[in-house]
């Protein structure tokens, strides 16, 4: 059974850097192919496309964050990570994980998400 | 950007009865080389991440209860539980993935009447 799970520090202070990890077991990054989506879901709000990313690095971003994002995947460990800088309280949220149904597109539901890492930005 | 709108917001409907969400897309989400709606639907429980219920706008996921079913087409969709149980309580989100960026309905919050 796939399991995703998200990490990172809980709490930031504004204009730092957000990283994120996405950890996958159960399944190889590698050796799919699925694509991996990344969302975020500010606390009792809905929820926000953040981007997307394939095994070989391709990736595709929210336009809305793009000039502040990177995404990328490390399939040595099966991890996926995520890096957001100059945060503000906005970016506040529960960031997901979360892989698409359908190999070899992202236009797919997701079918398997992480629990989710709590990210807090206040001075 | 497709915007996603949900109505209504909450719900409040009795055990055993029927509960219906609707979700409206502001421009067509069916493919037409394939003839799919590229829309699902997603359950979400407190404290927990969105699941998967419904995709293609009416194929309803591996272990979800036949109580789910997902219709409608282009812009119009239905979310419909037939006779609602206790651990249905949650909230029910749509989502279009015919074009980036994915985009989510509001959400609609279902409880016990």
């Known amino acids: 059974q796939l399991q995703v799970q998200e990490s990172g520090p809980g709490l930031l202070k504004p204009s730092e850097t957000l990283s994120l990890t996405c950890t996958v077991s159960?399944?190889?990054?590698?050796?799919?192919?699925?694509?991996w989506g990344w969302f975020r879901q500010p606390p009792g709000k809905g929820l926000e496309w953040i981007g997307n990313?394939?095994?070989?690095?391709?990736?595709y971003y929210n336009s809305s964050l793009k000039s502040r994002l990177t995404m990328s995947v490390d399939t040595s460990k099966n991890q996926l990570s995520l890096k957001l800088t100059s945060v503000t309280a906005t970016d506040t949220a529960i960031y997901y994980c979360?892989?698409?149904?359908?190999?070899?597109?992202?236009?797919?539901?997701?079918?398997?998400w992480g629990q989710g890492a709590l990210v807090t930005v206040s001075s | 950007d497709i915007v996603m709108t949900q109505s209504p917001e909450s719900l409040a409907v009795s055990l055993g009865e029927r509960a219906t969400i609707n979700c409206k897309s502001s421009?067509?989400?069916?493919?037409?080389?394939?003839?799919?709606?590229?829309l699902a639907w997603y359950q979400q429980k407190p404290g927990q991440p969105p699941k998967l219920l419904i995709y293609?706008?009416?194929a309803r996921e591996s272990g979800v209860p036949d109580r789910f079913s997902g219709s409608g087409s282009g812009t119009d969709f239905t979310l419909t539980i037939s006779s609602l149980q206790a651990e249905d309580v949650a909230v029910y989100y749509c989502?279009?993935?015919?074009?980036?960026?994915?985009?989510f309905g509001q959400g609609t919050r279902l409880e016990i009447k």
């Open positions: 159960g399944g190889s990054i590698s050796s799919s192919d699925y694509y």
């Open positions: 293609w706008a009416s």
């Open positions: 990313i394939y095994k070989s690095g391709t990736t």
């Open positions: 421009q067509s989400v069916l493919y037409g080389s394939n003839n799919k709606n590229y």
């Open positions: 979360a892989k698409h149904r359908i190999g070899g597109t992202f236009y797919s539901p997701l079918d398997y």
């Open positions: 989502q279009q993935y015919y074009s980036t960026p994915i985009t």
